[in-house]
Nanobody, 129 residues
Framework: QVQLVESGGGSVQAGGSLRLSCAASLYTVRGRCMGWFRQAPGKEREAVAVANTGGGSTYYADSVKGRFTISQDNAKNTVYLQINSLKPEDTATYYC??????????????????????WGQGTQVTVSS
């Protein structure tokens, strides 16, 4: 019954920005390992941003550092991904992911796909040159 619903994707030109949202139901986003992953056709799903939502360091893929930011609004029970300076290679379906169980603040969350238990349906991001 846990649901993660992504929104905010779209088609933009290179250099543009998007803000993706992940709204959670029957799951409290605070104190968890949550993240954003993406998958392009012909490629494996990869982590772009992972956070310990109780506090601590975040993980960003090298390809998105300085451009992507993961954040949360506990009152809205929503996790966000702010994407700036979009590049054509950012084109992919973006998925919100969450891990069952509580995670201690300050602990690092894994960036591996297999670690996460819950997944959203995905939102498409398309970047044109």
């Amino acid at each position: 019954q846990v649901q993660l619903v992504e929104s905010g994707g779209g088609s933009v030109q290179a250099g543009g920005s998007l803000r993706l949202s992940c709204a959670a139901s029957l799951y409290t986003v605070r104190g968890r390992c949550m993240g954003w992953f993406r998958q392009a056709p012909g490629k494996e799903r990869e982590a772009v941003a992972v956070a310990n939502t109780g506090g601590g360091s975040t993980y960003y893929a090298d390809s998105v550092k300085g451009r992507f930011t993961i954040s949360q609004d506990n009152a809205k029970n929503t996790v966000y991904l702010q994407i700036n300076s979009l590049k054509p290679e950012d084109t992919a379906t973006y998925y919100c992911a969450a891990k069952t169980g509580w995670f201690s603040a300050g602990s690092n969350c894994p960036g591996s796909t297999a670690y996460y238990d819950y997944w959203g349906q995905g939102t498409q991001v398309t970047v044109s040159s």
